[in-house]
């Protein structure tokens, strides 16, 4: 049985190297040899999947990662590859029955609601995403993303108020300073139309890292929305102070000098 789970994953090795050096048929033999060896297991299945993906055979990759699903402990690692792989490809309707079959298995596992939520946003429809988004927050209620995600979902249908309260709920329970929740609660924010909230936010980040020539450049810029142009004038400058060769520059100076 060893030597058998050796050729395993020899075969699989060689079938990773030769799809890294872009010999896919090679691969593809390497993959097909290694699944026609009976014991084969999840994780080899998962690795097989991977490969085949990369080979474009998206139905056999499919067919691996179902294999991998039943066996114990790779249900979660299968239906995450099978939703990622199926969404890049645009695939949704694959993707979605891979999470339809997730949360009739595990019901309460926040995570396939999030997934869910993603996928319809992506698809366009809002109102079930927010269906799911609810039942993920109730499964995850602590979770600081997942009420980032509904404060943006909430503001893409135009729950304006709504979304602002999610917001500074997600703040409540963010790790304190965290740079990617300040960033996404800004940009939030100004969406929503509260550009004196989302610029405070920015600021805060500044104040403790002032070398941000972005963040400078994105104050700027709000500061153009609500007709402050002599703090968008500083703001620039310390923009342009710290990346004087940005692209980003001419287009605020652009605007400045209208």
């Known amino acids: 049985m060893r030597e058998r789970a050796g050729e395993h994953e020899r075969r699989l090795v060689r079938a990773i190297t030769a799809a890294e050096a872009r010999h896919l048929a090679q691969a593809r033999r390497e993959v097909e040899a290694a699944l026609a060896l009976p014991g084969i297991d999840a994780a080899q299945a998962i690795a097989a999947a991977a490969v085949l993906f990369v080979v474009r055979d998206y139905r056999g990759c499919f067919a691996c990662l179902d294999r991998a699903a039943e066996r114990p402990g790779a249900f979660r690692r299968a239906i995450e590859d099978r939703v990622a792989?199926?969404?890049s490809l645009g695939w949704d309707q694959e993707a979605r029955e891979a999470l339809e079959r997730a949360i009739a298995r595990e019901p309460e596992e926040p995570t396939w609601a999030a997934h869910m939520t993603r996928l319809l946003v992506r698809a366009g429809a809002h109102e079930r995403a927010l269906v799911h988004a609810g039942r993920a927050?109730?499964?995850a209620e602590r979770s600081p993303r997942m009420r980032m995600e509904v404060a943006h979902l909430l503001a893409e249908v135009g729950q304006i108020d709504e979304a602002r309260r999610m917001v500074h709920r997600a703040l409540e329970v963010a790790p304190r300073g965290a740079r990617l929740f300040l960033v996404g609660a800004a940009e939030i924010l100004a969406n929503t139309g509260d550009v004196a909230g989302a610029t405070a936010l920015l600021r805060r980040?500044?104040?403790?890292?002032?070398?941000?020539?972005g963040l400078w450049r994105r104050c700027a810029d709000l500061s153009l929305?609500?007709?402050d142009f002599d703090g968008a004038a500083r703001d620039l400058e310390r923009a342009a102070a710290l990346e004087p060769k940005s692209p980003a520059l001419a287009r605020l100076r652009g605007v400045l000098a209208r």
């Open 137 to 139: 927050l109730e499964l």
């Open 225 to 227: 929305w609500t007709g």
């Open 205 to 213: 980040i500044l104040a403790a890292d002032p070398d941000d020539a």
């Open 85 to 87: 792989y199926a969404s």
